[in-house]
């Protein structure tokens, strides 16, 4: 059997998008993941930031957000004037009314996946489907 392809555009299938963030846009800024793969229950996005760049400062009325440091080394700057440095696997919640800036302090870009949203956490709604006997195991 051979093996599929890696996604490199957006694919819809039956209940599900896939895609890549090289799919949604080149060059600096904003990859927008929430509308490029229909996603409905929160806000996601994705910002390529070049070397040495500063996003202007901003905060939200309603929407938490977290960010995901997938590339690079980024520094968060709060209202407090405290600053926080994330390297790659970084994360940082934020509330809402929190202000907020996001810089990248190192010479190459950095790539940070930032989710938003509001109304609280779901919980453990994961089931299995008829026949499967347990969530996962190795690969053969």
């Known amino acids: 059997m051979s093996e599929p392809p890696v996604v490199d555009t957006v694919i819809e299938g039956a209940g599900y998008t896939v895609g ?30 070049p070397p040495r760049y500063q996003a202007g400062a901003h905060f939200h009325d309603e929407q938490e957000e977290l960010y995901f440091v997938h590339a690079g080394l980024v520094e968060l700057e709060f209202g407090d004037g405290t600053v926080q440095r994330l390297a790659p ?13 996001l810089r990248n302090v190192a010479h190459e870009d950095a790539v940070v996946l930032v989710v938003g949203g509001k109304g609280g956490y779901v919980g453990r709604d994961a089931h299995l489907p008829e026949g499967e006997q347990r969530a996962g195991g190795p690969i053969d």
């Open 20 to 49: 890549s963030l090289d799919a949604l846009g080149e060059g600096y800024g904003f990859r927008k993941i929430r509308r490029a793969l229909g996603v409905e229950a929160f806000g996601v996005n994705a910002i390529v930031l």
């Open 89 to 101: 696997g970084g994360l940082a919640r934020v509330a809402a009314t929190t202000i907020r800036r």
